[in-house]
């Protein structure tokens, strides 16, 4: 059975497009660039953490080392006004948690500590 010139061309374009797939995921970045370490906020009292997300589930709140209490939430920065922020989807459940006064913005998220931190790390 013989050929025909359309067959031929969609073998040649799949097989060129097979070969460059390869060729880019060899030679491409090693992915997504994935989070190691979460900086986490005390709602309580305003102390900040750090604790590796690698190869590992973080269930949230997160536990304090130092009170036991599962206060900590994770936070993020805007670089435009240089504010810690946190995610609108963890502000409800802040509500069910003694805040220390004025340090998170129920509203917007935005949590009222230094620009600078220097989170102390747990693990």
């Known amino acids: 059975m013989k050929s025909k010139p359309v067959q031929i061309a969609i073998i040649v374009i799949g097989l060129l497009v097979g070969v460059i797939g390869v060729v880019l995921a060899m030679s491409g970045d090693s992915g997504p660039n994935l989070v190691n370490k979460v900086i986490l906020v005390d709602v309580s009292n305003g102390d900040t953490f750090t ?16 009170t036991n209490e599962r206060t900590l939430y994770p936070i993020t920065k805007n670089e435009e006004d240089e504010s810690w922020y946190l995610r609108r989807r963890h502000l409800p459940a802040i509500e069910k948690v003694e805040t220390k006064s004025g340090l998170v913005d129920k509203e917007t998220g935005r949590v009222s500590i230094d620009s600078d931190i220097k989170p102390k790390s747990i693990d």
Do not use: D, Q
């Open 51 to 66: 604790v590796s997300a690698k190869g590992r589930t973080i269930l949230l709140p997160y536990e304090n080392p130092e």
